[in-house]
């Protein structure tokens, strides 16, 4: 379930960045139906940090270092969006596109090292 939440994680937040670097290719400037993307996204991001949580108490064999790392990866996850949607707000141009595209890469990163860093430290 970790591997498929991580998997999906990163696939949509590709293709929304995927996306709005389209977007910005052509010129536009963020819209409406980029943030209801990022809202879905998010929802998404925060279902695997709920759920990776969850699993930490489920599994608690991991070294506390271990378990600062994915906390510290599923807070990161969390405010990636937020941060990138404030600064595009901002900038209303085909450059809030841009910002939104390396906001959705900079989640699938995050999630990617977030399933890598669950799956090695997994006890037995």
Same mark, same amino acid.
Not at 17 to 24: I, K, M
Not at 88 to 104: P, Q
């Given at each position: ?57 489920? $599994?608690?064999? &991991?070294? #506390?270092?271990? %378990? +600062?790392?994915?906390? @510290?990866?599923? =807070? !990161?996850? /969390? ?11 901002? $900038?209303?141009? &085909?450059? #809030?596109?841009? %910002? +939104?595209?390396?906001? @959705?890469?900079? =989640? !699938?990163? /995050? ?14």
């Amino acid at each position: 379930m970790i591997v498929g939440l991580t998997l999906a994680v990163l696939v949509l937040a590709l293709a929304w960045a995927l996306w709005c670097a389209v977007s910005a290719a052509l010129g536009q400037a963020p819209t409406i139906r980029h943030r209801i993307g990022l809202l879905v996204l998010e929802a998404v991001a925060l279902v695997q940090a709920l759920v990776l949580v969850v699993g930490l108490f489920v $599994e608690p064999a &991991r070294s #506390g270092g271990a %378990v +600062l790392e994915i906390v @510290g990866y599923l =807070l !990161a996850t /969390l405010v990636v969006l937020p941060i990138g949607a404030a600064l595009a707000h901002g $900038e209303r141009t &085909r450059y #809030g596109s841009i %910002v +939104l595209a390396v906001a @959705g890469v900079t =989640l !699938a990163v /995050l999630s990617l090292r977030t399933g890598q860093v669950w799956t090695v430290t997994r006890a037995g």
